[in-house]
């Protein structure tokens, strides 16, 4: 037996930035990296400001110490999600209320402690931030496995009955606005899908879209001329909602599917994705509008998957989304989703309605946090998984990348434990 002996809370960093989407979009001016103009989102000093994380560490009677990290996303605040996360606060709840009722409990019964931490706000009218649930549920699974000897995936996959993957799931890499050299970096490291582009306000995207098809040729090009033999990636493009910002609604009709059939073909021989193409500001006017979207390439014949993101923050969301046949893909943004197991379950409901599942996450998370996704991802075998955290690419490709790898020769060949003097 291994209990819980003690509960810290030590402040941290994210590993890239909170950004006020409102007020960018709204017109805030860019000032280097930072940005000038007031904020618009609760819970913003700065339209820019550093992102905060929060690491936990739970001692155990047995000696081992086991480690989550709550972060939040980069847009905190923004379509229905909670807002940017005040480490020092937190920590303080975490260390007090939390801590409370974590302590003397077992290690290895995972669920069980998971939900009573999630039953806090009903038995102490504490309310929890999604980060909160998020970073003390990785605590509470890396207890778990620490204490019965056993990695992660293997505690998820004991848990929810799940098969754990042969080998590495597919890496999503994100290019940050370096999109044309992150790009070739991910070719030449034959990343799995690519390559996130953030084409995130319409001068990126061209006046009438011109310049997103341009970058698609582009890639496509570039994979064929310096990728290596036999590599055949996916294509995955987040453009924030701009796609809409070319037509008006409805966007069943042919001009909205003759561009994304512009896009098919600029993309070709390869797939392509297309995360949030239209962004409404609710998520039943976002679900009614990507299923409006959806119908009007089928129609047309235009094979390109839609994924959802904004507003496909928590497990009812998701639900929400797949039940409204608004998504080919559903983005899990597993901060969003509070406690680990929600990214578990969602994984499994997206599974069992045919929608692929897709663990994301964001830049403005942590080493620990991204190695922990990586671990679920094996054990539920999402579509892919994001490298994460940072915008830089490498960094995270390598932490999600070698996790994986880790956790399968371990899995593969099972570390003994000690003999007993």
């Not at 309310?127 to 019965?148: M, N, P």
């Not at 606005?177 to 490291?189: F, G, L, P, T």
């Amino acid at each position: 037996m291994a209990s819980i002996t003690n509960v810290t809370a030590v402040p941290t960093v994210g590993g890239f930035y909170f950004d006020d989407k409102a007020a960018i979009k709204a017109g805030a001016e860019k000032d280097g990296f930072a940005y000038r103009g007031e904020t618009i989102t609760p819970g913003f000093d700065r339209v820019r400001q550093p992102a905060e994380a929060v690491s936990v560490q739970l001692q155990l009677e047995d000696g081992h110490v086991a480690v989550g990290e709550c972060a939040a996303v980069q847009y905190s605040g923004s379509c229905g999600r909670d807002e940017a996360f005040d480490a020092e606060k937190h920590a303080e709840i975490i260390e007090g209320t939390v801590a409370d009722a974590l302590l003397g409990r077992e290690a290895k019964n995972f669920l069980t402690n998971v939900e009573v931490m999630e039953e806090l706000e009903d038995r102490t009218g504490t309310t929890l931030h999604r980060a909160v649930e998020y970073g003390v549920s990785q605590a509470l699974l890396d207890g778990a496995a620490k204490t019965t000897r056993r990695t992660i995936a293997e505690v998820v996959a004991d848990e929810y009955d799940t098969e754990i993957a042969d080998e590495p799931i597919d890496i999503y890499g994100q290019t940050g606005d370096d999109r044309y050299v992150n790009a070739e970096k991910m070719i030449i490291k034959e990343v799995d899908v690519l390559p996130h582009g953030l084409f995130n306000t319409m001068e990126k995207v061209g006046e009438d879209g011109e310049k997103l098809i341009e970058y698609v040729e582009w890639l496509s090009d570039r994979v064929r001329e310096i990728g290596a033999e036999g590599y055949h990636p996916r294509f995955h493009i987040d453009t924030y909602g701009t796609i809409g910002g070319l037509f008006d609604a409805p966007y069943d009709r042919a001009q909205v599917a003759d561009f994304f059939a512009d896009l098919e073909a600029a993309a070709d021989p390869f797939r392509l994705h297309v995360e949030s193409p239209i962004e409404i500001e609710s998520r039943d006017e976002e679900i009614a509008a990507l299923a409006e979207l959806r119908d009007g390439l089928r129609d047309h014949g235009v094979d390109v998957d839609v994924v959802a993101d904004e507003w496909c923050n928590t497990y009812d969301d998701i639900t929400a989304f797949v039940d409204g046949d608004a998504a080919d893909i559903a983005q899990i943004k597993t901060p969003d989703l509070g406690s680990i197991t929600e990214t578990i379950e969602a994984v499994q409901y997206c599974k069992d309605n045919d929608v692929h599942p897709f663990i994301g996450g964001t830049c403005a998370e942590t080493d620990i946090s991204s190695r922990i996704c990586a671990q679920v991802a094996l054990a539920t075998q999402p579509l892919q998984i994001f490298a994460k955290p940072g915008m830089g690419f490498d960094e995270g490709f390598m932490i999600v990348n070698n996790e994986m790898r880790r956790a399968l020769a371990r899995i593969k060949q099972p570390v003994e434990a000690p003999a007993m003097s």
